[in-house]
């Protein structure tokens, strides 16, 4: 089988055309080519009268080893790569201690996937709902104004990225091709098989939903457990002779002990009384930088017909998406994060009294307006010096400052992009309707924001107007504040991936510090999961088994 990247064809090809242009690629008769399949579809706009498709496709071909001799020099010919992932561990007998898995977001669901695939039968320890009953609490902020602390946006069954766009890249390294992994478990669950196909994939928090449930189902199948509202509250810590530090369970709200002496800690950049109890318990943490801003709304016919001109509609491209990246005169990086295209700006809260924003999308993208953060990059060095979980006071400064800007009822506080270049408070809402519920309320966005974050962004909307025309549109709707971009902290860990000075326990995903996203989160929690394999079969006494880790 040989792969063949880089075949552009216009817009309106015909289905015919893959497989000839592969024929003439490799100067073969049609007839020579056995097959012809797509494996990664993407498009290039940078010429708006002539966009093209992008395609990689994997032939079998009469003659391969004459076909490779004569493009030995080329790079848009090579063998097709293996990218079928083979579990490193098997533990067929009995493991003395379940591993706990903290938290079914995609981390802690490929941790917890994989651990159950290997016989290593996880126990999944989840503080929030069903993802079923975590949707109903969720869409009662959204209607009514009441939130649920321990059942919302942030926490439960799925994590965050259940209520987003359900993006699946990323730009991480992965030579392993651990993120095909990740993906042909989300198709075994129902996700569409495009997602193996599309350069930037997403899936939508319909389908994701669904999704959760199915494998959630596989894992119980293999032997793990899952136990919901279920919040860890302490960790059994057992300090040697020679001082050193070894996780020996954990404690959940209302006192039950489980024990454990493999636990990942696969929670949310949102889980703060988390970081708190592993800060007070001596975990190695320290603060890492993040970024905070706003939501910026746009009609989506509009970024369709500036990224796609007249090809704007045309259902090979779909929905216009962007990413914007402006350096400010104050040294502050501006960048938009997470763009929904057709999608909405919803509540995004964990705490009471606060006001945070994300964007979320399904899977058609057939919604009115687009959306986007607009962050600036903010340090510790700079911003919040004083300690490891000085980042979360900081989230909750300018968090409860929007929520008082909105009126104090879970609104949001708004503005037009005309008003807010203007520096003059909105008074009223133009051609742009907002999509936040469970509502807005026109202010003055400069209340809600360090004066450098706005001095930044105010400089960049005209910049990204130069690239995308009409972005700094007056009537384009910007909504406060977006600053859970990425967890505060790092949960600090060695190159066995367990924490620098507590043995056995396992930082992995968003809420550690390394993953931002659903691909990369569920990449860490197979590495993690790996890693706890490793570890367990080296450690225990009648188990067998074999590990063979890269």
């Known amino acids: 089988m040989l792969r063949l990247t880089e075949i552009r064809l216009p817009l309106d090809h015909s289905p015919e055309a893959i497989a000839r242009a592969a024929s003439s690629r490799l100067r073969i008769a049609p007839t020579e080519l056995l097959t012809c399949t797509v494996v990664r579809r993407a498009h290039d706009a940078r010429k708006k009268l002539a966009i093209k498709l992008i395609y990689s496709v994997d032939v079998e071909v009469q003659d391969e080893a004459n076909v490779l001799k004569r493009c030995a020099n080329r790079r848009d010919v090579r063998p097709t790569p293996d990218t079928g992932y083979r579990c490193v561990a098997h533990a067929s007998t009995h493991v003395p201690t379940r591993p706990l898995v903290i938290g079914a977001g995609p981390c802690g669901l490929f941790a917890a996937l994989l651990l159950a695939q290997m016989g290593f039968k996880p126990i999944i320890l989840e503080r929030g709902k069903v993802v079923r009953d975590r949707t109903k609490d969720t869409w009662g902020l959204w209607r009514d104004s009441v939130l649920h602390t321990e059942s919302n946006v942030q926490y439960g069954e799925g994590g965050a990225g259940t209520f987003s766009d359900g993006k699946l890249y990323s730009q991480i390294k992965d030579p392993r091709h651990l993120g095909r992994k990740v993906l042909t478990e989300f198709v075994k669950a129902g996700a569409p098989p495009e997602i193996l196909v599309n350069a930037h994939p997403h899936i939508g928090t319909f389908r994701l939903v669904k999704m959760v449930e199915n494998m959630r189902a596989t894992i119980e199948s293999l032997g793990g457990e899952y136990r919901f509202e279920s919040r860890v509250t302490d960790l059994d810590i057992d300090t040697g002779g020679d001082g050193a530090r070894r996780v020996r369970g954990v404690v959940l709200a209302g006192g039950e002990r489980i024990a ?45 017909a500036a990224r796609f001109g007249p090809s704007a509609g045309n259902p090979s491209l779909g929905a216009a998406d962007y990413k914007l990246v402006y350096h400010a005169a104050n040294g502050r990086d501006v960048y938009s994060f997470c763009m929904c295209p057709g999608g909405t700006v919803v509540a995004a809260t964990s705490e009471e009294g606060c006001v945070v924003t994300n964007g979320m999308s399904q899977y058609s993208r057939a919604e009115r307006n687009a959306n986007a953060g607009l962050v600036v990059g903010i340090t510790p060095e700079a911003d919040y010096p004083d300690g490891p979980l000085a980042g979360v006071a900081f989230q909750r400064k300018w968090e409860s400052a929007a929520f008082l800007a909105g009126g104090g009822t879970y609104a949001a506080p708004v503005q037009r992009v005309g008003d807010f270049l203007a520096r003059r408070p909105s008074t009223s809402l133009g051609s742009v309707i907002p999509s936040y519920t469970p509502g807005v309320v026109p202010t003055d966005l400069a209340l809600c924001l360090p004066g450098y974050a706005t001095a930044a962004i105010r400089e960049a909307l005209p910049a990204f107007a130069r690239q995308i025309r009409g972005f700094a549109m007056a009537d384009a709707v910007l909504t406060g504040v977006e600053t859970r971009t990425s967890s505060p902290i790092r949960i600090n860990r060695n190159e066995t991936f367990q924490s620098l000075n507590t043995k056995g326990l396992y930082p992995a995903g968003e809420g550690a510090g390394y993953a931002g996203g659903i691909l990369s989160s569920g990449v860490d929690g197979i590495k993690v999961a790996e890693a706890v394999a490793q570890s367990i079969l080296a450690g225990s006494q009648g188990v067998a088994g074999q590990v063979s880790l890269p």
Not at 275 to 288: N, P, S, T, Y
């Open 260 to 304: 454990a002496d493999h636990v990942v800690l696969a929670i949310g950049h949102s889980a703060r009384d988390t970081f708190q109890m592993l800060h007070d318990r001596g975990v190695h943490i320290e603060a890492k930088p993040f970024s905070v801003g706003l939501r910026i709304e746009h009609p989506q016919s509009l970024i369709d």
